[in-house]
């Protein structure tokens, strides 16, 4: 234990004249989890491939346990797990099926395929489908299923390529859970998402990417810090309160707020104090906000701070957050305040 | 870490001859299970590849049967010709099957799955070839069921007979693998059905599958008398219908052998490349 699970030097992967990884270096210590944050096309998915030997890199080098995913890639295969974007599951088979195709071809022996099957299927909760074609299940069940077969022969390095995408807040807390437990297990996780949130809750250490570069590598608080986990919008209705408002929270905090048309945004490490000065000091001057959201920072808000530019890819909605978390209103700056209406 | 040491002893043990051919075999086995269970879950797959030999059987029986009986040696009768050519046709087409079945499986994210899986690299092909053989078999013994309702009857005795379906089963797996390699190669099925056709026709018409070769034109007889579809269904034919030993039996295994050693490895060659 102590030493690092995976190992990541320099690595790089062209697509004739695209670049998806420019010079890429990480470490994942064993046991732990580690979350691989970017946006959509950042290289987050490259990296996951070559890391589980479906891609050659095109420079540099990575090691999984000691072994090179290159020159050793038979040995890595037996020591990994892959859950990918896309529920990589037969159609055709039912959910068991599936599972017990996975214990063959991972030499599982014979004896233990059934029960390994059946403890998945229970644990991830599909053992009422177990027995239906998984082209009968629904996206979230696929998902689910997904997981469970990269799950079959406990391998001790586990990859999750934005695992959670496309479940239901229920499922997505239940797989964090078992995701908890796994590595309470001695399990190594290197997980992407898109999500801080879900970055924040499970992982030790953050790397994020951004077209194919790591532009920072920190644990979640200091990552956070750099710009307050909670994030207070306020919509002033039009732009000509919005300025003045603006002005009345410099005042007050000593610094003004972000504005984006009618909206306003502030980040801090502590929301509700921050809350109820703002709001005091603008019922002073009598300028009451139309409204109103608190939330936790996006990867956006983290970007930004980063990179001083929102996210190239506007972030679909839905997210581990929840509600307006996941997509910024800074992706589409000339929409006007969102949510006035409701 | 007791699971990695666990795991790097097997490791080692993949090493050793005995494991470098069994694990192949084991793994191969397992996809082409998979696989059969897609063909029992989707019965349409069969269906469809059940039809068309029945509608060539009608046809060439019916429509060319008048026409052809008179080139036929003597005492030769059309069914009984037309039976054997059938079986190897079948096999052929049959082998489009694999590229459309492979460049389908090549779209999902079940193959991501594989290559990061301990599995032998030829695995999802030969799994895929096997499956598509199974497939066969049951496709020639309807054949055999249908031709006995045309009049077809075996003339050299029963293990002669079962013999042919072997060789025409041997073909048809020998066939698979040229098309497993289409399958990767074009990575989608439309265009692997557009692709494989213009190969497989000229190679089962410009045969000795249905119609005696002595009626081509020379430079078409060249081809069609030494090209494997001619080799087979003649070898067949022998076979199942007797007469003298020819060659036939062994040019024809010696072409399948000879596809196998050069299309398996190429596949897996694709196999190892796509992604």
Redo the contacts between chains.
Sequence with gaps: ?GQAAISVVGLSKRFGAVTALNGVDFEVP?GTVFGLLGPNGAGKTTAI?IL????RPSGGRAVV?GHDVVREA??V????G?A???????P??TGR?NLR??G????LPRSRRRPRAAELLDRFDLTEAADR?VRTYSGGMRRRL?VA?ALVP?P?VLFLDEPTTGLDPQSRTALWELIRELVRD?TTVLLTTQYLEEADRLASRIVVVNEGRIIADDTPAVLKSRLGNTVIELGMGDEARAVRASAVIADRIGEPPERDGALLRLASRDGSRLLLDVLHSLDVDRLVPHTVTVRESSLDDVFLALTGHHTRSQEPSGGPGGGPAASGPGGTPASGPPGSPS | MTATGAVAGAATGAGSLGARIAAPVRDGLAVAWRNLIALRRVPRLLVFSTIQPLVFVLMFRYVFGGVVGPALPPGVGYVDFLIPGIFVQTAVFGSMNTAIGLATDMQTGLMERFRSLPMARSAVLSGRTTADLARNVFVVALMTAVGFALGFRIHAGVLSFLGGVLLVLAFGFAMSWIFAVVGMAVGDPETAQAAAFPVLAPLVFASSAFVPVSTMPGWLQAFADNQPVSKTAEAVRVLVLGGPATSAVWEALAWDAGIVAVFAPLGVWFYRRAV
């Design positions: 234990m064993a491939r589980t030997t479906i891609l346990l038979a040995n295969r037996r020591l990994i892959l990918g974007q896309y529920a990589a599951v037969d055709n088979l099926e195709l996975i063959r071809l991972t030499q074609p997904d077969a406990e001790p001695g």
